[in-house]
């Protein structure tokens, strides 16, 4: 059975500083994909980033940075200089590596990031 | 633009009555699929459609009925019978079967309050 560990429920950080959002992963499969997803007030989820166990390469896009290491099973979230627009909850995501829908999608519990001015 | 279109974003019911949640995609994508989501809590699977006129129970199906009978749509009934139905709704969507884009992409959600 799959699943993904989004141990801190809330962060809260004044505008500017980094932060580093944390999701560790159990899977069986050899292959497969993890995600980040962004929920902001609205409610609509927003895909930020998807990752293969293929491909360890760290991943940098703009202010966002995603740390991928297999050997302790995590995905990691980091936030550079934030924002108060990067408010909202951050799901991690897990999905096998099958074709068609069901690939299914194992959601963490989500952390809810809150950034001050 | 294309997209994933849910209606409605607020909906109140009665208790005992039987309430239909709206979800349709231009995006022509082949699999959709239907999450709960509840305060505190991450995405739950309720159905999901890999093509039309065809679907499959997710983790909790059970007080729900969905139907494909276009690819554009994929309505979800949510029945008397179940028991907790207060909660936000996402339908999501999926490029074909044989893409390897295997995110989804999400609507608006609908918030379904019932008393």
């Known amino acids: 059975a799959q699943k993904v560990t989004q141990a801190q429920t809330e962060i809260s950080v004044v505008e500017k500083e980094d932060v580093t959002l944390d999701c560790v992963y159990e899977?069986?499969?050899?292959?497969?994909?993890l995600f980040w997803y962004k929920q902001p007030p609205s409610g609509e989820l927003v895909f930020l980033i998807r990752r293969n166990s293929f491909d360890e390469q760290n991943e940098i896009s703009g202010r966002y940075s995603w740390n991928f290491q297999k050997s302790t099973s995590s995905f990691n979230f980091t936030i550079t200089a934030s924002q108060v627009v990067d408010s909202a909850v951050y799901f991690c995501a897990l999905s096998e590596f099958r074709s068609g829908a069901n690939s299914k999608l194992t959601f963490g519990k989500g952390i809810t990031l809150s950034v001050r001015p | 633009d294309g997209g994933i279109t849910q209606s409605p974003k607020y909906l109140f019911r009665k208790e005992g009555q039987n309430v239909t949640l709206s979800c349709e995609q231009n995006?022509?994508?082949?699999?959709m699929y239907w999450y709960r989501q509840d305060p505190g809590q991450g995405l739950r699977l309720i159905y999901y459609?890999?093509?039309?006129?065809?679907?499959q129970k997710g983790d909790i199906a059970e007080g729900y009925s969905v139907s494909r009978e276009k690819k554009e749509s994929f309505p979800l009934t949510v029945t008397s019978a179940q028991k907790n139905p207060t909660a936000f709704y996402l339908c999501?969507?999926?490029?074909?079967?044989?893409?390897?884009?295997?995110?989804?992409?999400f609507g608006p959600g609908t918030r379904l309050t019932v008393t």
């Open positions: 999501a969507s999926r490029p074909g079967l044989k893409s390897r884009a295997y995110e989804q992409y």
């Open positions: 995006l022509n994508h082949d699999a």
């Open positions: 459609s890999q093509i039309v006129n065809d679907f």
């Open positions: 899977t069986r499969d050899t292959t497969y994909y």
